[in-house]
């Protein structure tokens, strides 16, 4: 279902009057059949399904997915996020956050190239399914998974690189599992935290969608305290576009 992938470090900065950075689709009658049809595949086929084990393969690495934890393959957006991880931004000292790791995917893709990798979630089922892959794929000694809301379980610790995949939904999350795709508060509390979390020099990678109506206040927030947005990469898909910001402090 992909129609283009694109990185582009350079490309597009931000400023606070600018215009939001976040790539959207053209709405066209096709697009809204194709993604009604690619709903009812996922519905078909059970990948929609967040209460089932499911084990899978992404990015040569092996995955068991537990439930309640978000499917990087299924979502999309966390197999297009790892796929962006390599050494030319990465290397065997830099030290990196995973927020909101889920199954783990986008800290074990940072541990290929770093020794220093802190991953939290909220979810305990994600903690466990991320400690899980991170021994399934020989990488416990280089991944630390913590439970906790946010910064919270790195107070006072500082990272050369910061991922995350925020919730994209505006709203009350009635448990662990919607915490990963709905919030009413995370965008101002990450943009609080990310500058008492970044070491000199350091950087954030944050993903955003068109799907969600909770991204733009990611990016206002960020641009009220003086970080600087830049597209890191993007990529279309028939329902949804997604754009990896790399986020620069003042």
């Given at each position: 279902?992909?129609?283009?992938a694109r ?5 597009r900065e ?11 689709e053209p709405r ?13 595949y996922?519905v078909i086929t ?9 084990f ?5 690495l092996?995955?068991l ?7 990087p393959?299924?979502?999309?957006t966390?197999?297009f996020f790892?796929?962006?991880?390599d050494?030319?931004h990465?290397?065997?000292n830099?030290?990196?956050?995973d927020?909101g790791?889920?199954?783990g995917?986008c800290a ?6 770093s ?8 979810n305990?089922?994600?903690?466990r399914c991320a400690?899980v892959?991170?021994?399934l ?12 809301d946010l ?17 994209f939904q ?6 662990a ?5 709905c919030?009413?508060d ?18 954030a ?11 733009a206040?990611?990016e206002?927030?960020l641009r009220?305290r003086?970080?600087k947005?830049?597209?890191f990469?993007?990529?279309r898909?028939?329902?949804?576009s997604?754009?990896l910001?790399?986020?620069t402090p003042p």
């Amino acid at each position: 279902m992909a129609e283009l992938a694109r990185t582009d470090p350079g490309a597009r900065e931000g400023s606070p009057r600018e215009a939001s950075l976040i790539a959207r689709e053209p709405r066209t009658l096709w697009r809204a059949i194709a993604s009604r049809l690619l709903r009812a595949y996922y519905v078909i086929t059970g990948k929609s399904r967040y209460d089932a084990y499911r084990f899978e393969h992404l990015q040569g690495l092996s995955l068991l997915i537990l439930p309640s934890v978000a499917n990087p393959k299924v979502l999309r957006t966390g197999a297009f996020f790892a796929a962006q991880l390599d050494g030319s931004h990465i290397d065997a000292n830099t030290r990196v956050l995973d927020l909101g790791t889920g199954s783990g995917v986008c800290a074990l893709a940072a541990a290929r190239h770093s020794r220093h990798v802190v991953a939290v979630d909220l979810n305990p089922a994600a903690v466990r399914c991320a400690r899980v892959n991170a021994l399934l794929n020989g990488q416990d000694g280089r991944i630390d998974v913590r439970q906790g809301d946010l910064f919270a379980p790195v107070a006072g610790e500082r990272f050369d690189l910061v991922l995350f995949n925020p919730p994209f939904q505006q709203g009350t999350p009635r448990n662990a599992r919607e915490a990963a795709w709905c919030s009413s508060d995370v965008a101002p509390r990450f943009a609080a935290g990310l500058t008492q979390h970044l070491s000199a020099g350091g950087r954030a990678l944050l993903l955003l969608s068109s799907f969600g109506d909770a991204c733009a206040s990611f990016e206002t927030g960020l641009r009220a305290r003086g970080f600087k947005l830049e597209v890191f990469a993007e990529r279309r898909y028939v329902n949804e576009s997604l754009t990896l910001l790399r986020v620069t402090p003042p």
